[in-house]
């Protein structure tokens, strides 16, 4: 009796629907690899300083489930994704709508192996997580890349972001809310595109709400996804490949990697099982 849409809102564009579709349809064959990718020109964020918060920030609050920190004054309102404490730099922040996509069109829930490479390369600042980072999933018969570098605008495709998949007969390159399809020619073969409007997907969230189903983002997919972008910093983190078992996506045999499972909660904040 409940409906959760998590907001990965690409799942609603029509465009986007229509390419997976031709995925599963066979477009280009058997599909054997993805990669979803994120570029930017983010600024350094300095060296911040401690002191007492801004008078309109209830700060306690704005911390939430995070144990309580002083405030700084490089933090709010973007900068808190590159601190571990309360973030979960680019690959929770952008990648996790591409990543989502490629696990949708390749029709996979949870993988074998992670790994994660790179580091913070750019600027001498107080960020802590990546800013030059390639993630790598391996599944079943398949896999997915992601690679995001956050001070360099160039992207694959000619896209600062996207997506692109791989298959036996061609691939299939997702452009904005459309998609291009592609030969082994390299030549293109088919495209399709449509809005990428955000009200497509509170109205699916309110049409299941008033009639039933589940939304294009039911909680349980956005977990799955998001689970892909914990096991990427996972793996950063502790510098090294995790073996994941696939069919709950949990960690296998790595205890120091297993203690960043779960986060440190602060009191009256926890959660329960």
């Given at each position: ?50 002191g007492a918060p801004p008078a309109w920030l209830d700060f306690d609050l704005w911390q939430g489930p995070a144990p309580a920190r002083p405030f700084r004054d490089n933090l709010v309102h973007y ?195």
């Amino acid at each position: 009796q409940r409906a959760v849409q998590v907001g990965t809102q690409r799942r609603s564009y029509p465009g986007i629907i229509e390419a997976v579709e031709k995925l599963r349809a066979g477009a280009i064959g058997k599909v054997l690899f993805a990669r979803a990718w994120y570029n930017n020109q983010r600024p350094s964020i300095g060296h911040g300083k401690t002191g007492a918060p801004p008078a309109w920030l209830d700060f306690d609050l704005w911390q939430g489930p995070a144990p309580a920190r002083p405030f700084r004054d490089n933090l709010v309102h973007y900068n808190w994704h590159w601190f571990w404490h309360w973030g979960t730099g680019e690959l929770g922040n952008n990648g996790v709508h591409g990543i989502d996509i490629c696990r949708w069109g390749l029709g996979v829930d949870y993988p074998r192996r992670v790994t994660s490479a790179g580091g913070k390369y750019r600027w001498d600042d107080d960020q802590e997580t990546p800013d030059t980072q390639v993630a790598t999933f391996e599944f079943d018969g398949c896999s997915l890349v992601w690679e995001g570098r956050s001070w360099s605008p160039r992207g694959f495709e000619g896209d600062t972001f996207g997506m692109s998949f791989y298959g036996e007969q061609g691939s299939l390159v997702v452009r904005d809310a459309g998609y291009k399809i592609y030969d082994l020619k390299n030549r293109e073969t088919a495209a399709g595109g449509g809005s990428g409007a955000e009200g497509q997907h509170f109205a699916n969230f309110v049409d299941c709400i008033r009639n039933g189903g589940r939304p294009h983002a039911d909680i349980e997919e956005g977990h799955k996804t998001t689970l892909l972008c914990h096991l990427g910093n996972i793996s950063q983190r502790v510098g090294r490949a995790l073996t994941i078992d696939p069919k709950t996506g949990r960690i296998v045999d790595d205890a120091e990697a297993q203690k960043l499972w779960r986060r440190e909660y602060q009191a009256g904040w926890e959660v329960e099982g």
